[in-house]
C-alpha cells in the first residue's frame, strides 16, 4: 500500500501547476478562489487539480461557515522524500567507495606508498555491492 501511496504522491507532483498550488499552500490555508488568482486557467480546472492533490493525501478541505480552505498536507511529502533518500544515500556510498579508490590510484601513480590490498580492496568493494 505504500508503493500506491509513492505512486499517488509523484503523479500529482508531476504536473507543474499542481507544485504551484502547494507552494502556494506551504505558506498556509487558501480557499480555491484565492488559490487560482494567479493561474491562466479556469476555476474548474484548478479545482481539478486540487482533487488530484486531495486523492493524494497532500491537500486537505476543510470546512469554516460556506468556506473551505484548503491546507497543505505534508506526510505523504515526508514519505516520498524518505524513498528518495534511501538511493540518495546508495549513491553517496558508491561515490564515497569510487573515491578512496581514485585517491589509492592516485597514491600509486604517484610514487606513493603502493596499496599492496588493491584487489582485496576490489573484493571487498564487490561484496559490498553484492550483499555478501
Known amino acids: 500500500m505504500a508503493d500506491d ?4 504522491t509523484f503523479a500529482a ?3 507543474p ?3 504551484a498550488l502547494l507552494a502556494r499552500l506551504s505558506q498556509g490555508e487558501a480557499t480555491v478562489n484565492e488559490l487560482a488568482e494567479p493561474f491562466p486557467i479556469s476555476l474548474q480546472a484548478v479545482s ?3 482533487k488530484v492533490l486531495e486523492r493524494a493525501g497532500l491537500v486537505v478541505r476543510g470546512r469554516d461557515a460556506q468556506w473551505r480552505p ?3 498536507e505534508t506526510a505523504p511529502l515526508e514519505e ?3 524513498w528518495i533518500s534511501r538511493y540518495t544515500e546508495i549513491q553517496a556510498e558508491r561515490l564515497d567507495r569510487l573515491d578512496e579508490v581514485v585517491q589509492g590510484i592516485m597514491r600509486r601513480s604517484a610514487g606513493g606508498p603502493a596499496a599492496s590490498g588493491a584487489a582485496d580492496q576490489k573484493q ?4 559490498e555491492e553484492t550483499g555478501r
Open 70 to 72: 484548503c491546507r497543505l
Open 5 to 8: 501511496q509513492l505512486s499517488a
Open 124 to 127: 571487498r568493494t564487490n561484496e
Open 48 to 50: 481539478k487539480h486540487l
Open 80 to 82: 516520498a522524500s524518505g
Open 17 to 19: 501547476t499542481r507544485r
Open 13 to 15: 507532483l508531476a504536473d
